[in-house]
């Protein structure tokens, strides 16, 4: 689900959430969400909302040989989840460059704050070479 957050200010941006559910899988010894799965979660997001925007990444390959890979992520988790807790993951384009998108991505367990992350993608072609993103793709992201 695509949320608008704009309220007639220009320039920003608008906002995807996405719903997830801790299973038992995600947790660790102590029954909290072991930390690196937060990057799961993001990732899932991610790939969300680019289905929620038209953008089918194995279409990416095939019809413009472009990948969408992670170059960095900054984390800082402030609250644990749970088992069986319902997690918000939200996510927001910060910064879109020629070859480059960072996003802002959220975790949330209803009002609480669990999770922050900056996470820089890279478009690269098959061969992992550094390649623009395709004009029609981010002219669906910029309209998200």
Request: include cysteine.
């Amino acid at each position: 689900m695509l949320l608008n957050l704009t309220s007639g200010k220009k320039n920003m941006p608008s906002v995807f959430t996405w719903n997830v559910r801790v299973y038992y899988e995600d947790t660790d010894a102590g029954g909290i969400v072991y930390y690196a799965n937060y990057l799961k979660f993001f990732e899932r997001a991610r790939t969300e909302w680019l289905r929620a925007i038209d953008v089918g990444q194995q279409a990416l390959l095939e019809e413009h040989d472009a990948l969408f890979v992670v170059k960095s992520v900054s984390t800082d988790y402030h609250a644990p989840a749970r088992l069986d807790d319902a997690l918000r993951l939200t996510l927001s384009i910060e910064k879109m460059g020629r070859a480059s998108i960072v996003f802002l991505q959220q975790a949330w367990c209803g009002e609480t704050l669990l999770s922050t992350a900056r996470v820089k993608i890279g478009c690269v072609d098959s061969a992992m070479r550094p390649r623009a993103v395709p004009d029609a793709v981010a002219a669906r992201m910029r309209a998200a």
